[in-house]
């Protein structure tokens, strides 16, 4: 059994309150349970956290880093384009991660275009609202060689 984290940044506790038009109607606390649900169903287990504050995503992943945890699905959410702290952090631990998105930022605001965290993820899953989830754990079983069939 391995242990997924997912990590959500700043705002992402507005999830189906905030521009559901954008995001979704889908709280965090649904899409967590249900990630969590699949997880243990596919035998491992996924630790959820939120924050809005870049210091706190960072201890998250210092405590909870390999070797304890195999790998995290990240919502960076505004961090993606601003955090060099974040990407130290992800660089210093190691931990093995999709970057996911709900939105499709290359078609957005022309800031939102660039992620400092894109070239150490295992991959990036945009645009198809509160489902990238469900893909970023799709992919990451499948980066834990659990090849056993799933369905978003």
């Known amino acids: ?10 705002n992402l506790n ?3 309150r905030r521009e559901p038009a ?3 109607r889908e709280d965090l606390a649904t899409l967590s349970t249900r990630l969590e649900t699949r997880a243990r ?3 491992h287990r996924l630790l959820a956290m939120q924050s809005n504050h870049e210091g706190e995503i960072v201890d998250f992943l210092h405590a909870h880093s390999p070797p304890e945890s ?3 699905i990240l ?5 993606t384009h601003t955090s060099v702290a974040l990407r130290d952090a992800l660089l210093a631990t190691g931990l093995p991660f999709v970057e996911v998105h709900l939105s499709k930022p290359e078609a957005r ?3 939102r275009r660039r992620s400092l965290l894109a070239d150490l993820a295992l991959g990036r899953i945009s645009g198809f609202g509160p489902r990238s989830y469900d893909l970023a754990l799709e992919a990451i079983l499948l ?3 659990d090849s056993s069939h799933g369905h978003p």
């Not at 059994?1 to 700043?10: C, D, E, Q």
């Not at 919502?75 to 961090?79: R, W």
């Open 1 to 10: 059994m391995a242990t997924i984290l997912l990590v959500n940044g700043p």
């Open 14 to 16: 507005l999830l189906g």
């Open 22 to 24: 954008l995001y979704g």
């Open 41 to 43: 169903e596919r035998g």
């Open 70 to 72: 195999a790998a995290g």
């Open 75 to 79: 919502n960076p959410g505004g961090l």
């Open 109 to 111: 605001e022309d800031f």
């Open 143 to 145: 980066h834990l060689g």
